[in-house]
């Protein structure tokens, strides 16, 4: 099944930023700056987005269903009991990501069909059901990200306004829009920045209370961030970005991403404790990039904290300096990475993260970067994941007698 094609250009640049970064200066300079607790980022700015955020701590991505193409690759169900065990795990918001365009009719109205607002009520409404903060997205919207068709950007705003008008009477603290995610191609940062007043102020027509997340260009990426530029006055908002570092750890074997990804057994942190050599028909740079991960020590190596130290800290630094709070909605590790090693990933980045104050959502659930998975008992979350994500929530009830260790298999 064909999988949404992760910008080619974006993966090279990220196995450039992991080797750029991962200089021991620069992890060293990011470690200094251990007070940007997330009291230290409230300083100033958007009152009202700094209160939003504080209640997008910890979240999960409820992906591969409504964001993909009707009748392919979007084949996970989302039920109460999804929504439940997220919330006794120790998560306080889902992300629910949905692509509007395929379920809009013609112009100039591009109305949304009444079928696909009964689908997201219910999911809403089994979020609110938990206390679980809901970020609705709009996911892979690719003609426009594409091309910044005028049409395009006329279906996008007519979507929200129906969207902001549908929602109006759900609490602001329950439910928050995602107006774009991961834009990319001919939405850079540059022209999202100019776009994102307008495509806000068609939505607030509508709903002036609701919190907005909006994403940089190069693929949503975190290191896009500092280069947002926002009007002053736009309040209420989130900024929000995706990191995958060390991309060839997080994606190994993943069937939408090519070539570059091909190469397996790749663990967290590198070195490994023997040398991995770069699959057949892997680009000369994802061979040079494992020479580093098998030989650079821990401190400097791609295939650890290094590849993502800066890349958060310079995000956390921009949203002090702007006032603006930031959130990392996707991060996570495919289910093709062995168990260990996911865990040792999802420990570092979570606390990386919080370390500088950001709340963030892992990807995903139970799809193919997984942490829960359906049992004879329900959907159950694995025990060392949630340690290694949630480590002061409270335990769950031991699991019973028959239950394997978690092992999910791969699409
Ligand atoms: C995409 C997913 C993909 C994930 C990791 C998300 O933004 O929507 O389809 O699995 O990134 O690559």
């Known amino acids: 099944m064909i999988r ?13 930023a992991a080797l750029g970064r991962s200089s021991a200066a620069r992890l060293g300079a990011a470690v200094s700056g251990a007070s940007d607790g997330g009291e230290v980022l ?26 993909a193409p009707p009748g392919t690759w979007g084949d996970r169900r989302y039920r109460a009991e999804d929504f439940r065990a997220a919330r006794a795990a120790g998560f306080d918001h889902v992300r629910l990501p949905v692509a509007w365009h395929h379920y809009q009719g013609g112009a ?9 607002f009964g689908e997201m009520d219910a999911l809403v409404g089994l979020a609110r059901a938990q206390g679980l903060a809901v970020i609705l ?44 995610n991961e834009p990319r191609d001919a939405a ?56 995958y570092a060390p991309f060839l750890f997080t994606h190994q074997g993943a069937s939408w991403t090519g070539r570059i990804t091909l ?32 030989t650079l020590p821990a401190e400097t190596n791609p295939g650890g904290p290094a590849s993502f130290a800066k890349e958060i800290a310079d995000a956390a630094a ?40 950001l709340g963030w959502a892992w990807w995903d659930w139970k799809a193919s970067f997984a942490v829960a998975r359906e049992t004879p008992d329900g959907v159950r979350m694995d025990e060392a994941l949630r340690r290694a994500l949630l480590p002061d929530a409270p335990a769950l009830p031991p699991a019973g007698p028959t239950r394997a260790r978690f092992r999910h298999p791969v699409r």
């Open 188 to 243: 850079t940062t540059e022209r999202m920045g100019e776009l994102y007043p307008a495509a806000i102020r068609a939505l607030r027509a509508e709903d002036p209370r609701r919190t907005i997340l909006v994403s940089p260009g190069g693929g949503g990426g975190l290191y896009e961030v500092p280069k947002l530029r926002l009007p002053r006055e736009l309040a209420n908002v989130v900024v929000t970005g995706h990191c």
């Open 108 to 116: 100039p109205e591009y109305l949304i069909s009444p079928s696909v």
């Open 137 to 180: 997205d709009w996911h892979h919207f690719d003609r426009l990200t594409e091309t910044l068709a005028p049409d395009a950007v006329a279906q996008w705003h007519a979507g929200w306004a129906q969207i902001a008008r549908h929602y109006r009477d759900v609490p602001a603290r329950a439910l928050v829009f995602e107006l774009l």
């Open 4 to 16: 949404p094609c992760w910008s080619l250009g974006l993966v090279f640049l990220l196995g450039l």
């Open 263 to 294: 190469t397996t057994g790749l663990r967290f942190p590198g070195p490994p404790p023997s040398p991995l050599i770069a699959a057949p028909g892997a680009p000369a740079w994802v061979a040079g990039w494992i020479r580093d991960y098998d």
């Open 42 to 67: 409230e300083g100033w700015g958007d009152e009202d987005g700094w209160r939003a955020a504080k209640r997008l701590r910890r979240g999960i991505n409820f992906g591969n269903a409504w964001e």
């Open 318 to 357: 921009w949203s002090r300096r702007e006032g603006r709070p930031v959130h990392v909605g996707e991060f996570g590790a495919i289910v093709r990475a062995d168990a260990v090693s996911r865990e040792n990933y999802a420990a570092a980045m979570r606390a990386e993260l919080e370390r500088h104050g």
